[in-house]
């Protein structure tokens, strides 16, 4: 295992820390005033203008698209040289968006590129590669527990040269959001079949396709995650052409998991990079506050915090550099105990880190003074996203058991 960077990467890593020090951070302030301009005008669903103007600029930098590992689309990197540029992005918010990196898009981008046909392609993934539309991923249900996907009762049925759909979906993340354009629907086309894994498909539906409506936007913790969100979703005798079905009938799961892994680990990257801004500000609060006749930082607790916090997010980032090295070598399903471990450590690590900052910062850390409060909020609800801890930590279990099962 080599982790060395490239000079290929370690320039991209100083270009993408460049436009973020010159463009990302002093727009956050901005970012958040024209959100709160937008609800106080009775409307947050709406494109932030200073998102669309970042985007330019990077684009005309030519920083965009960089997850995806195919050069005909992308910036060629595999999952490790990708794995730097988005701990970068991840220190901020706002910080993947103008890259065209964020999810769900990143994921929905790379569904279509490796199993979309050229016509699905030509019309959906072409407007996601410009940055022009997004996108979201219906896939939980209300009303069954979906850590077990198997439980999916949404219905897709074929009826002639259409399939129709009827379901409810919540946690769609982005659906809020005006210039969200499709949504890639998970649902059962053979809920009969023996194969519980067999039962399911995916099929591309156009957010304008009439009996699609949101029914209200979730928040997080109190956030609305404007203008991006996440919504529930209820679809009523749905018709989409039957040439909407990615792969085919049965191949729900098979796309699932080739969706899913690229998805946890860019999850990881980005929770790494929130996690060091984090440290960073404690580093910086507890050197400037005195309490008790010294400064924090001269404090035993806060030194153990910081210190154990190091620890923390290196231990975490070599699981991640890890994983995205076994991803490249030996594919995303021989590395599956791998992305299912770095899915519960680096966010459980991120919380623990931001914490220590928030209790650094006193009672300002749960406002909004200081963003914390958000980035724990966010990170947080990582820990159910793409499938809760307790759920990989059973894979990683029955992986582990097998090593040392008796043979036969």
Not at 162 to 170: G, Q
Not at 265 to 290: D, F, K, N, P, Y
Request: proline share 6%.
């Amino acid at each position: 295992m080599d982790f060395d960077f490239s000079p290929k990467v370690r320039q991209l890593q100083q270009r993408v820390a460049a436009f973020m020090e010159a463009h990302v951070y002093p727009a956050e302030a901005r970012f958040e005033a024209e959100m709160d301009a937008f609800r106080a005008a009775g409307n947050a669903w709406q494109p932030a203008p200073v998102i669309e103007e970042l985007k330019s600029k990077a684009r005309a930098a030519g920083l965009w698209n960089l997850f995806l590992p195919e050069s005909q689309h992308g910036a060629g990197l595999t999952n490790l040289e990708y794995a730097p540029l988005a701990e970068i992005m991840g220190r901020s918010h706002i910080g993947s968006e103008p890259f065209n990196c964020s999810a769900p898009d990143t994921g929905n981008m790379e569904t279509l590129v490796r199993y979309a046909t050229p016509e699905q392609q030509q019309r959906w993934l072409t407007p996601l590669l410009d940055g022009t539309i997004r996108s979201g991923f219906a896939m939980t249900e209300p009303d069954v527990a979906s850590s077990d996907a198997t439980n999916i009762q949404a219905r897709i049925e074929r009826d002639g040269d259409h399939y129709v759909i009827n379901a409810r979906k919540w946690w769609t993340s982005g659906a809020n959001d005006p210039r969200c354009r499709l949504l890639i629907f998970m649902g059962k086309t053979d809920p009969d079949n023996p194969d519980r894994h067999r039962q399911q498909s995916m099929v591309l539906v156009p957010m304008d396709t009439p009996g699609v409506k949101v029914l209200r936007h979730l928040p997080v913790f109190g956030y609305d995650d404007a203008p991006h969100g996440h919504a529930e979703i209820e679809f009523t005798d749905v018709r989409v052409p039957a040439s909407n079905i990615l792969l085919g009938e049965g191949r729900g799961f098979e796309i699932a998991q080739g969706r899913l892994g690229p998805g946890r680990i860019h999850h990881c990257m980005r929770t790494i990079g929130r996690a060091e801004r984090a440290l960073e500000m404690m580093c910086r609060r507890s050197l400037q506050r005195v309490a008790f006749g010294r400064k924090l930082a001269d404090q035993g607790v806060t030194r153990e915090r910081i210190a154990q916090a190091r620890i923390l997010i290196d231990q975490a980032r070599f699981l991640v550099l890890h994983a995205a090295w076994k991803m490249d070598k030996v594919g995303n399903k021989a590395a599956k105990q791998e992305i299912a471990m770095i899915k519960v450590a680096a966010p459980a690590m991120a919380c623990q880190v931001i914490d220590w900052a928030m209790q650094l910062h006193g009672g300002g850390s749960v406002s909004d003074d200081f963003g914390l409060a958000r980035a724990w909020a966010g990170i947080r609800t990582l820990r159910f996203a793409d499938g809760p801890d307790e759920v990989h930590r059973n894979a990683i279990a029955r992986i582990e058991l097998a090593r040392h099962a008796p043979a036969g």
